[in-house]
Structures are given as structure tokens and as C-alpha cells.
């Protein structure tokens, strides 16, 4: 391992749960019944991604700017609402990987004004050679294309990167990128099939690396 790659939301901090909240409650606005199971399944997903899915699976047109504005105005709220805290373990394996040497990065599907905020509200910036949205890449995580970003951004191969991953759809991209991926089952992050993982923890403080 030369390199180790964190997912953000449902990872590092217990984000993954609001998101579904507040794409729900949009769906609950305009008349569309959706359980948090069902929306669990676009977990990892870049914005506007469950609204796209949500219509195609209903056969309906939605104006997906306009109702992700509104989730960013209800996520926000909760968010400011709640007192943010790493989860459980990852401020030791964040000391471990530093005191190593490894360079780390966070690859999310978040934005970058978010991804920002929540490193700097954690204060763990200093942590990260590199922070990568996938907000602007083509194509959201099952594809690959984040962490082949985030391995040509740190100039490490691919065979060589960690993954930790909370979701059904970025343990596959890991997976696609030819990295080694950590499943960790996050029960705030809906009931995700994480079987395409090399290996799963319950906790974070389950990883033991070989440094």
C-alpha cells in the first residue's frame, strides 16, 4: 500500500444519513413516496443522481435542478443543526497513515464547497495531500473515474491504493479502478451490499493495515 483513499460521507463522518433525509422529505414535498431503503441504494452518488433515478424507475419527469436546490437548502439545515464528529476510529487511523507516511486523499461524490467544510470542521485538512470531488467528472461512482483521479492525482498506480468505502456503488469503483477496497458497514448508511469488497469491518477500528 502506498496510498489510502477515503469515501467522505458514511465514512469519515455520518453524513450519508441526512442526505437521505432531505432527498426524502423532497420526494414527501412533491408527491412521491419513497422509503429510505429504496434511496439508500443511490448512496455515494454525485447530485441529482436519486431525482434521475427516482424518474426513470417511475417513468416521470422531474425538474432535478430545481428539487436538488431544495435538498441543498434542507441538508444544509440539518447539518447546521447538528454537531459534527468524526466517526469512531478515524482520527486514530488518520494519525496512523500520517505517522507512516502514506499519502491520503478524500474522493467523494460530494461537492467541493462540502468537502471543504467538513475537513475544516473536523479539522483534519491537514491530513489530506488531495481533496477530489466528483462533481464535476462525468459520471458518479459505480464508475470508476473518481479514484483514477484521486491515484493520477497523488502518482500512485492504482494496484497500490486503499479504499474505504460505505456504499454498494463506491465499493464497485474501487473495485473497477483496480484497487484494494474496505468495506465498512455503516448501519446509518442503509443496507448496502458491500460483498465486491476485499474485506468488510464493522467498525473502523476493525482495519489493521500492514504499513
Request: aromatic share 6%; net charge negative; with cysteine.
Amino acid at each position: 500500500m502506498e496510498a489510502f483513499l477515503f469515501d467522505m460521507d458514511g465514512v469519515i463522518v455520518d453524513t450519508q444519513q441526512y442526505h437521505s433525509q432531505a432527498l426524502q422529505q423532497v420526494f414527501t414535498e412533491v408527491g412521491i413516496s419513497v422509503s429510505l431503503e429504496e434511496l439508500s441504494q443511490y448512496a455515494g452518488t454525485k447530485r441529482g443522481a436519486s431525482f434521475r433515478g427516482i424518474a426513470a424507475r417511475r417513468g416521470l419527469t422531474l425538474p432535478v435542478e430545481q428539487l436538488s436546490a431544495r435538498k441543498d437548502v434542507i441538508f444544509n439545515t440539518i447539518i447546521a443543526h447538528t454537531q459534527l464528529q468524526p466517526i469512531e476510529g478515524i482520527p486514530e487511523l488518520l494519525a496512523k497513515l500520517q505517522a507512516a507516511g502514506i499519502p491520503m486523499a478524500i474522493a467523494s461524490s460530494s461537492s467541493d464547497a462540502f468537502i471543504a467544510y467538513i475537513v475544516d470542521c473536523l479539522h483534519i485538512r491537514s491530513f489530506f495531500t488531495a481533496l477530489l470531488s466528483g462533481e464535476n467528472l462525468p459520471e458518479s461512482k459505480p464508475d470508476p473515474a473518481i479514484y483514477q483521479l484521486a491515484a493520477r492525482t497523488l502518482g500512485i498506480v492504482p494496484e497500490q491504493c486503499v479504499v474505504l468505502e460505505d456504499a454498494a456503488l463506491g465499493v464497485q469503483a474501487a473495485k473497477a479502478a483496480g484497487m484494494y477496497c474496505i468495506g465498512y458497514q455503516n448501519p446509518h448508511s442503509g443496507r448496502q451490499n458491500l460483498s465486491k469488497a476485499d474485506e468488510i469491518v464493522a467498525s473502523i477500528r476493525e482495519i489493521h493495515l500492514t504499513i
